[in-house]
């Protein structure tokens, strides 16, 4: 069972999205948290497999509930329902964590199927490019510039042995620069990094084909 977390700003709004879901067999809705403010920590608590983000009336409340959900369970999917595809609004969605966005209507009979194949990874977006925000000092924590080139192989989608292969260096060189990336981001996996390297614009990503026999 996925465990499903709603964030809203309103329970009326709460309840419609979770009546959606209900008839998703693999769901098990564990609750409503109120975005209208912080709630890093009750997201944390609730340890959900799966985020969903209602719109909202505010853009900018909106973004910053994406981030702390990002922050507070980096392996969780996220999926932002919304009235408006714009592609630059989606941009600042995606950049602030989101793993998908489904649109609005009124009757999203869909909605958990469309969530349930976000989640087996059988859904792919790319997001039009967001406004790059200044880099500062503090954002690369440190990094190479060889652990900041594996990084964007990896938000990328490339394997370690694809990343060898590309740089001309072992699978074991790669190893160890990730596991050094890992421990200066504070993070613990390749999902957990390539999050941190679009929400702080690390990286610019440049879509390329993943060699399947890497």
Known sequence: ???????????????????????TPTFEIVGFVDGRGSCGHTIRMA???VVVVDEMDSGSQVLARI???????????????????DPSWLAEAAAAGIDAAVTKS?????LGALIRHVVAGQVFH????APRAARSSDNDAG??????????HVAAGLSNGRIAKKLWVSEQTVKF???????KLGV??????????????????????VDAAA
């Open 1 to 23: 069972m996925m465990r499903v977390l709603i964030v809203a700003d309103n329970g009326l709004t709460a309840e419609g999205i979770r009546r959606e879901l209900r008839h």
């Open 47 to 49: 340890a959900p497999d």
């Open 67 to 85: 981030r702390e959900a990002r922050q507070a369970v980096a392996p969780a999917k996220l999926v932002l329902i919304t009235a408006s595809m």
């Open 106 to 110: 009124p009757n999203p009979s869909g």
């Open 126 to 129: 790319a997001f039009a490019a």
């Open 143 to 152: 990094l190479t510039e060889r652990e900041l080139e594996i990084l964007r």
């Open 177 to 183: 620069h990730l596991s050094n990336t890992y421990r």
């Open 188 to 209: 613990s996996n390749r999902t957990e990094a390539s999050h941190y390297a679009h929400v702080r614009h690390l990286v610019e990503i440049y879509p390329e084909p």
